[in-house]
């Protein structure tokens, strides 16, 4: 185990029981100020250190790193540097927050300088993000949609429990929490009988998602193991993958989600570490029919994540509406990485890869109001009293997720947009 990951280290940073960001968590991410540019921060509870002044100013001379790694708009080039540099960061980091090391925490100038609070700073993109692919990996999910649109008997088509299924999506619209969106409009079907119509999407939807921020790039031609998978992933952020269900229902067929999907996707803005992630680690589904062999892996890969989702109309209390877990994924994030590059597709640096709809068994764990509602038939109630079918116009979602074990938490921070009227 990580020495970053020890549950008994205490912060000399006052962090409240709760928070998502202890120091066993230190997530990267981009920030800036009024006056300043962005560049690379962590978060240790309710503030963010600044790693190009704590590099400037000696903290981090002995892992070498060129300055202008820490002054950039996204964390691409810092990823690049490879799992050992990232990794000692982080090491060097929890070292100098630890509250028997003196270095920063005597030193009340420099914490002056090195310290902001969270709520001071403007979150960015934590990465470029160069291609995105969304999969469709929970089984509680497919089986509940195959059940509401096709065959309840024959929910799962014949490929599913063979292979992650997948699409590539536009990376562009990915854009990072708080940024809003108006609704989107396209062409929808009334009716089997009636000509398509244009005009604004009437079953705006959320999608509960994660995504894994590739760490490790390959050549064309190469492909990466189940084994070696975790080499190329450098860390997981929390994912909202809008989706407008009337649009795709018309013009899904042949090809698969195109503008019902790629109007906005939203990401929470600190990527955590899978080193971090490493202690809640849990086993799988137990996979059946018996997958090829580049799919089969060994050891516990799923991971246990509390995702809880709200839906917050415009001047009123959010509502929880979704209480599900990233362990009821079927398959992995390595299995994901080892189909998507078995043909040769080559990784870059910042990639994004999200898991698809997080589903559970039960009916409060599903993630979509395509399925909490079932398909609008079971609206859901607001805290104002008003119901929710799917997502009204200025309604905000807001994900949050995070792992808990042995009194340690690690958390994601949130994902929210709101949904502005059409233009």
């Given at each position: 185990?990580?020495?970053?990951?020890?549950?008994s280290?205490?912060?000399?940073?006052?962090?409240?029981?709760?928070?998502?960001?202890?120091?066993?968590?230190?997530?990267?991410?981009?920030?800036?100020?009024?006056?300043?540019?962005?560049?690379?921060?962590?978060?240790?509870?309710?503030q963010?250190?600044?790693?190009?002044?704590?590099?400037?100013?000696?903290?981090?001379?002995?892992?070498?790193?060129?300055?202008?790694?820490?002054t950039?708009?996204?964390?691409?080039?810092?990823?690049?540097?490879?799992?050992?540099?990232t990794?000692?960061?982080?090491?060097?980091?929890?070292?100098?927050?630890?509250?028997?090391?003196?270095?920063?925490?005597?030193?009340?100038?420099?914490?002056?300088?090195?310290?902001?609070y969270?709520?001071?700073?403007?979150?960015?993109?934590p990465?470029?993000?160069?291609?995105?692919?969304?999969?469709?990996?929970?089984?509680?999910?497919?089986?509940?949609?195959?059940?509401?649109?096709?065959?309840?008997?024959?929910?799962?088509?014949?490929?599913?429990?063979?292979?992650?299924?997948?699409?590539h999506?536009?990376?562009?619209?990915?854009?990072i929490?708080?940024?809003?969106?108006?609704?989107?409009?396209?062409?929808?079907?009334p009716?089997?009988?009636?000509?398509?119509?244009?005009?604004?999407?009437?079953?705006?939807?959320?999608?509960?998602?994660?995504a894994?921020?590739?760490?490790?790039?390959?050549?064309?031609?190469?492909?990466?193991?189940t084994?070696?998978?975790?080499?190329?992933?450098?860390?997981?952020v929390?994912f909202?993958?809008?989706?407008?269900?009337?649009?795709?229902?018309?013009?899904?067929?042949?090809?698969?989600?195109?503008?019902?999907?790629?109007?906005?996707?939203?990401?929470?803005?600190?990527?955590?570490?899978?080193?971090?992630?490493?202690?809640?680690?849990v086993?799988?589904?137990?996979?059946?029919?018996?997958?090829?062999?580049?799919?089969?892996?060994?050891?516990?890969?799923?991971?246990?994540?509390?995702?809880?989702v709200?839906?917050?109309?415009?001047?009123?209390?959010?509502?929880?509406?979704s209480?599900?877990?990233?362990?009821?994924?079927?398959w992995?994030?390595?299995?994901?990485?080892?189909?998507?590059?078995?043909?040769?597709?080559?990784?870059?640096?910042?990639?994004?890869?999200a898991?698809?709809?997080?589903?559970?068994?039960?009916?409060?764990?599903?993630?979509?109001?395509?399925?909490?509602?079932?398909r609008?038939?079971?609206?859901?109630?607001?805290?104002?009293?008003?119901?929710?079918?799917?997502?009204?116009?200025?309604?905000?979602?807001?994900?949050?997720?995070y792992?808990?074990?042995?009194?340690?938490?690690?958390?994601?921070?949130?994902?929210?947009?709101?949904?502005?009227?059409?233009?």
């Amino acid at each position: 185990m990580s020495k970053a990951n020890d549950p008994s280290l205490k912060s000399w940073i006052e962090v409240e029981l709760n928070s998502d960001f202890p120091i066993q968590n230190l997530p990267f991410g981009i920030f800036k100020t009024q006056s300043s540019s962005p560049r690379v921060g962590v978060a240790i509870g309710d503030q963010v250190l600044d790693l190009a002044i704590l590099n400037k100013l000696g903290y981090l001379d002995d892992l070498k790193i060129d300055n202008a790694i820490f002054t950039n708009q996204f964390l691409n080039d810092f990823i690049a540097l490879g799992k050992q540099t990232t990794n000692a960061v982080r090491e060097r980091i929890s070292h100098l927050l630890n509250s028997n090391t003196a270095d920063l925490r005597d030193n009340k100038e420099a914490r002056a300088k090195v310290l902001q609070y969270i709520s001071n700073v403007q979150m960015q993109m934590p990465v470029r993000v160069g291609d995105y692919t969304d999969f469709y990996s929970s089984i509680d999910h497919a089986t509940n949609v195959g059940t509401m649109f096709r065959d309840p008997n024959n929910a799962l088509l014949p490929n599913w429990k063979h292979l992650p299924v997948g699409y590539h999506g536009r990376a562009s619209s990915i854009t990072i929490s708080g940024t809003n969106f108006h609704r989107p409009k396209g062409q929808t079907k009334p009716s089997e009988t009636e000509p398509p119509v244009y005009g604004p999407c009437k079953l705006l939807d959320f999608e509960l998602e994660t995504a894994f921020i590739i760490g490790k790039g390959t050549q064309l031609g190469e492909s990466i193991s189940t084994e070696n998978a975790d080499d190329h992933i450098f860390g997981m952020v929390l994912f909202n993958d809008w989706s407008a269900r009337d649009i795709q229902t018309w013009e899904y067929v042949p090809l698969g989600p195109f503008l019902a999907k790629n109007f906005a996707s939203t990401v929470s803005p600190w990527v955590v570490s899978l080193e971090a992630l490493e202690p809640f680690r849990v086993p799988g589904y137990k996979q059946d029919p018996k997958v090829l062999p580049y799919l089969e892996y060994t050891g516990e890969k799923n991971i246990d994540i509390t995702l809880d989702v709200f839906i917050q109309p415009e001047n009123a209390e959010e509502t929880i509406v979704s209480h599900s877990n990233y362990k009821f994924m079927y398959w992995t994030m390595e299995q994901q990485l080892a189909h998507h590059t078995v043909n040769g597709c080559n990784m870059n640096v910042g990639d994004m890869l999200a898991s698809g709809t997080i589903s559970g068994p039960t009916p409060d764990s599903f993630g979509s109001m395509l399925e909490i509602t079932w398909r609008g038939t079971k609206p859901v109630k607001m805290s104002d009293g008003t119901e929710r079918k799917f997502i009204n116009d200025n309604d905000s979602v807001i994900i949050r997720g995070y792992c808990k074990k042995d009194g340690l938490r690690i958390g994601f921070g949130e994902s929210r947009a709101k949904a502005l009227p059409a233009l």
